[in-house]
């Protein structure tokens, strides 16, 4: 089947803007067949195929998009599988324009070919028009305990359980997916499409024991010796958030992005008071960050009501870390930015409730450590603009909760896990680690990644230690 080289990218279909800052529908609409066929026919398939080596779990990408291409749904389904247990939300959420895409042949002269989308589509279409029969995985093998549910722990899980280990998943919250159902809200990433990806690990086998906090309800010694697992996967993620530290960040009205997210897209606050969760948002917030939950926090700020939603970021727009799509569907959506802007104080009333925040402009100097431009402050441009909420989106790390209780368990100065990028083991025999509890902050597709190494690093732990019993 001969590419067709047609220079751009099939657009993708979405919600206008001025309809979709009303609700929190998804804003994509995802690729119809006739619009999926023609992108897939964009691919060269090439003989060396680079862009497998851009995917962190190594799918096999021109295999899946030839069977799209051969309207074979199913089977292109089927390979993505193969490699990735979370297809539909990856289809969604990776940035593929850092990864696959950006190493994609076509791209050299032309657009590269939209993996993410047709990974999307193949994904979607199974969920709703195939019905194959997920088959349990007969569970012989020794007992894996994984805690927290985000994408490394259910990569690791979905990885364990096919080969016959009972798995058992341990989250903190009242509803697995970590981050996925937390972090990343409704309109980018629909509860419904998480949870039918955790479903369909359960029906493999996984069981999922939810309002367990490993550290505090049980801890990883006690599930080793007093409860019969024999290795231990942490996958719990980065959820401690960093503050600004500066005056004023007590006040009523500031959240960290953790607490605004959470709050809405897990606990509901968008739907009180049919959910009892309230949120307040005011007419005017500011979000300081830049990066993809920043994005998520003005966008969402926006849906629940604001009238001004403000990005805060002391870089330049060439700096900033998000994906250039959600950085194009806020501005889209009218959020308004303020670049080489560095907030130095958040100002309140006599009630000690926000109302303004007081900023520096900044001007860009030598590169840091980071290989980006240093931001400098500009001396006398201090300046107050009115607000009501401030969120603070500029990072957070792992929760020390584990490492306090886990004795032998190795930290980084930043109170990250060490683990061996090539094995994820720890400095505890039996016990591995993947994900941003280790790396930090990072992309659902590395957390994958991370999870799969681990699972392969887990299995040959076992299986050499029950041929020594043997």
């Given at each position: 089947?001969?590419?067709?080289?047609?220079?751009?990218?099939?657009?993708?279909?979405?919600?206008?803007?001025?309809?979709?800052?009303?609700?929190?529908?998804?804003?994509?609409?995802?690729?119809?067949?006739?619009?999926?066929?023609?992108?897939?026919?964009?691919?060269?398939?090439?003989?060396?195929?680079?862009?497998?080596?851009?995917?962190?779990?190594?799918?096999?990408?021109?295999a899946?998009?030839?069977?799209?291409?051969?309207?074979?749904?199913?089977?292109?389904?089927?390979?993505?599988?193969?490699?990735?247990?979370?297809?539909?939300?990856c289809?969604?959420?990776c940035?593929?324009?850092?990864?696959?895409?950006?190493?994609?042949?076509?791209?050299?002269?032309?657009?590269?070919?939209?993996?993410?989308?047709?990974?999307?589509?193949?994904?979607?279409?199974?969920?709703a028009?195939s019905?194959?029969?997920?088959e349990?995985?007969?569970?012989?093998?020794?007992?894996?305990?994984?805690?927290?549910?985000?994408?490394?722990?259910?990569?690791?899980?979905?990885?364990?359980v096919?080969?016959?280990?009972?798995?058992?998943?341990?989250?903190?919250?009242?509803?697995?997916g970590?981050?996925l159902?937390y972090?990343?809200?409704?309109?980018?990433?629909?509860?419904?499409?998480?949870?039918?990806?955790?479903?369909?690990?359960?029906?493999?086998?996984?069981?999922?024991?939810?309002?367990?906090?490993?550290?505090?309800t049980?801890?990883?010694?006690?599930?080793?010796?007093?409860?019969?697992?024999?290795?231990?996967?942490?996958?719990?993620g980065?959820?401690?958030?960093?503050?600004?530290n500066?005056?004023?960040?007590?006040?009523?009205?500031?959240?960290?992005?953790?607490e605004?997210?959470?709050?809405?897209?897990?606990?509901?606050?968008?739907?009180?008071?049919?959910w009892?969760?309230?949120i307040?948002?005011?007419?005017?917030?500011?979000?300081?960050?830049?990066g993809?939950?920043a994005?998520?926090?003005?966008?969402?700020?926006?849906?629940?009501?604001?009238e001004?939603v403000?990005?805060?970021?002391?870089?330049?727009?060439?700096e900033?870390?998000a994906?250039?799509e959600?950085?194009?569907?806020?501005?889209?959506?009218?959020?308004?930015?303020?670049?080489?802007?560095?907030?130095?104080?958040?100002?309140?009333?006599?009630?000690?409730?926000?109302?303004?925040l007081?900023c520096?402009?900044m001007?860009?100097?030598?590169?840091?450590?980071s290989?980006?431009?240093?931001?400098?402050?500009?001396?006398?441009?201090?300046?107050?603009?009115?607000?009501?909420?401030?969120v603070v989106?500029?990072?957070?790390?792992?929760?020390?909760?584990?490492?306090r209780?886990t004795?032998?368990?190795e930290?980084?100065?930043?109170?990250?896990?060490?683990?061996?990028p090539?094995?994820?083991?720890?400095?505890?025999p039996?016990?591995?680690?993947?994900?941003?509890?280790?790396t930090g902050a990072?992309?659902?597709?590395?957390?994958?990644?991370?999870?799969?190494?681990?699972?392969?690093a887990?299995?040959?732990y076992?299986t050499?230690?029950?041929e020594?019993?043997?």
């Amino acid at each position: 089947m001969m590419a067709k080289i047609v220079p751009k990218k099939h657009p993708m279909p979405a919600q206008p803007a001025e309809e979709r800052v009303k609700n929190f529908d998804e804003v994509p609409y995802g690729y119809d067949e006739d619009t999926a066929i023609a992108e897939a026919l964009r691919c060269l398939q090439c003989k060396n195929p680079r862009c497998i080596e851009g995917c962190p779990v190594g799918i096999n990408i021109p295999a899946f998009i030839l069977k799209i291409a051969e309207k074979d749904y199913q089977s292109a389904a089927d390979i993505l599988k193969d490699k990735n247990s979370l297809p539909a939300v990856c289809g969604r959420v990776c940035p593929q324009e850092e990864q696959c895409e950006q190493v994609c042949i076509v791209g050299i002269k032309n657009e590269p070919v939209a993996i993410g989308r047709l990974e999307r589509f193949a994904a979607d279409w199974e969920a709703a028009n195939s019905n194959k029969e997920v088959e349990p995985v007969p569970l012989t093998g020794p007992k894996v305990a994984v805690v927290g549910s985000g994408p490394a722990g259910l990569t690791v899980a979905g990885e364990l359980v096919r080969k016959g280990y009972r798995v058992t998943i341990f989250e903190a919250f009242h509803q697995p997916g970590g981050v996925l159902m937390y972090g990343i809200p409704e309109f980018r990433l629909p509860k419904a499409i998480v949870q039918r990806e955790i479903d369909y690990l359960k029906k493999l086998g996984v069981e999922i024991q939810l309002n367990v906090v490993v550290g505090r309800t049980v801890t990883i010694e006690e599930l080793m010796t007093e409860e019969g697992y024999e290795a231990v996967f942490v996958g719990s993620g980065a959820g401690l958030p960093y503050f600004l530290n500066i005056p004023g960040e007590n006040l009523n009205g500031v959240y960290s992005a953790n607490e605004f997210l959470t709050r809405t897209n897990l606990m509901r606050a968008y739907m009180f008071p049919k959910w009892e969760t309230p949120i307040h948002v005011g007419k005017r917030v500011a979000v300081v960050g830049a990066g993809n939950v920043a994005m998520d926090a003005a966008r969402t700020a926006l849906r629940l009501g604001a009238e001004e939603v403000h990005i805060v970021y002391r870089r330049s727009e060439k700096e900033m870390p998000a994906r250039i799509e959600e950085i194009e569907h806020a501005r889209e959506e009218g959020i308004n930015f303020n670049l080489l802007t560095n907030p130095i104080e958040v100002l309140g009333d006599e009630k000690g409730w926000v109302n303004g925040l007081k900023c520096v402009k900044m001007e860009l100097g030598e590169p840091d450590q980071s290989g980006r431009r240093r931001p400098v402050p500009i001396a006398g441009s201090e300046f107050v603009f009115p607000v009501d909420v401030v969120v603070v989106a500029i990072g957070q790390g792992p929760n020390p909760l584990i490492p306090r209780t886990t004795s032998g368990l190795e930290t980084s100065k930043w109170g990250n896990i060490i683990a061996d990028p090539e094995t994820g083991r720890t400095s505890i025999p039996g016990v591995y680690a993947g994900g941003d509890v280790v790396t930090g902050a990072a992309t659902v597709i590395k957390a994958m990644g991370a999870g799969k190494v681990a699972a392969q690093a887990i299995d040959k732990y076992l299986t050499s230690k029950n041929e020594e019993a043997n």
